[in-house]
């Protein structure tokens, strides 16, 4: 059975920290490249960060340089370090493998002004 857990959520105050994880299956964690997703309400689902089997990353314009996308061969997990979090960065956030169709449940991260 394929699964891919999200954890970490929370609320946090701007300009504060949160990590999100997401537990992969292993045969699904170890051949694909692993994205981190968010949907804020109203709005479409967008890609903030990737990182592929090699690690390799890639970032949208607007978390460069504050989101930091990690993997771990050992654990099959994915993380998502976010820091100078801002109220923008409200979303609800998904992990998911590759192109495929296998996502997690999502995870709300709240940012207060």
């Known amino acids: 059975q394929v699964q891919l857990v999200e954890s970490g959520g929370g609320l946090v105050q701007a300009g504060g920290s949160l990590r999100l994880s997401c537990a992969v299956s292993?045969?699904?964690?170890?051949?694909?490249?692993m994205g981190w997703y968010r949907q804020a309400p109203g709005k479409q689902r967008e890609l903030v960060a990737s990182i592929t089997i090699g690690d390799s990353t890639n970032y949208a314009d607007s978390v460069k340089g504050r989101f930091t996308i990690s993997r771990d061969n050992a654990k099959n997990t994915v993380y998502l370090q976010m820091n100078s979090l801002k109220p923008e960065d409200t979303a609800t956030y998904f992990c998911?493998?590759?192109?495929?169709?296998?996502w997690g449940q999502g995870t709300q991260v709240t940012v207060s002004s």
């Open positions: 998911r493998a590759g192109q495929t169709s296998y």
């Open positions: 292993r045969i699904i964690f170890r051949f694909n490249a």
